[in-house]
């Protein structure tokens, strides 16, 4: 149970809780990423369980209520139902059972509280950007494919955790540990790169980082989930991204810390202050028609200072121009996709628009790159140029 002393473990509540119930008749009839979003049981097609599965699940979690429990509980709601853990068992199949039962359990908790983890390494990754891989050393049920990955060191942006991070299959007790980079010089700890490294097999089942997915989902690539269950997940994630998005009383307090420093580049602003800002989150009917696959906006200290300080006299926003800016990145009247961008290496290129006093276009570009969200990188330019023929309006 819940103590003073051991705080409520928030994310990994929300992970478990925010899952939207799929009966199916085998685990894996989901996809990698699609378990983020949707909790299922295997066998549960017809046994009519799952809503109470789930929901004893998250009472569990919410109470830390122990795994011996929790079973007890289970198996009364299954001797009630007539289910009992699988397709062909009985009530008498009290090994099958106890041990379908505990799969049930320790998958989700596992895979609940590995993306609360990995969202709390994320928030400190600024001082902690070192990622260490650990594997279960002593003791039974050791795999060779994790224990070689055992102590394998790469920064917290390597594409490596996008498939490694833990869990990485049934019963799986890897973990991850973080160091700052002058810990892990003193602890004389190598940090690779992934790419192009040969990496060991995992249960492919498991090849997918939940706390990512849940981050970050790509919502495209989910081809084995009901279409109205992939509509669910979409509003339940843009429903948390608007309510952590900040408003615009804080991008102005951001504003004003930024209006007094004068970076010379970007990239040197970027080494220091690696935080980006949920600035917007976009509405279903705006996200289908950029075609793109998440709803976040992004912004970075740098580009707030640029669209406040760093802009030529006819171009300068005034006070008067703050709030109808932040309604922009909220709710733009018009939006235009630069078809031929100076740099189409960045990714695609947009430009949200509104009509302001005096008869002005107000402009904020942003950029999209595969796999990541929108990004700011001009905020508030004044001016209409969208008539060129290298501009297509899709809102």
Known sequence: METDRIPRPEEAIRFLEKKINVPTERWDDLKWGEHAHAFTVAHSVEANILDDIHGRLN??????????TWKKGMLGAMEQAGWYGGSGHTKDDKKYISWRLRVIYDTNMRTAYAAAQYRKQLQEAAGRPVWLYKSKVYGDNRRQEHLALHNKAFRYDDSFWDTYYPPNGWGCQCYVT??????????????????????????????????????????????????????????????????????????????????GQKPKRESEYAENNPILYLAGNLDEARQKAMNINDSKIMINGYRIFHGFSDKNAGQKLSEEHFEELYDLIQNPDEIYENLRPNQPQFGREFHFAKKIKGGKILNVVLRKLERFALQIITFGRIGDDHGNKNYKKIW
Request: glycine letters at 6%; a negative charge.
């Open 59 to 68: 009472k569990a979690i919410a109470s830390g209520e122990s795994y011996d």
């Open 178 to 259: 973080t160091k700052s980079e002058s810990g892990a010089e003193r602890e004389g700890i190598t940090v690779e790169d992934s790419s192009g490294m040969e990496l060991p097999d995992i249960d492919p089942t498991w090849q997918y980082n939940p706390g990512r997915e849940a981050l970050a989902p790509n919502f495209n690539k989910y081809k084995n989930l009901p279409q109205s269950a992939i509509t669910l997940a979409r509003e339940k994630y843009r429903a948390d991204m608007e309510a952590v998005k900040i408003t615009s009383g804080e991008l102005k307090v951001l504003r004003n810390e930024m209006i």
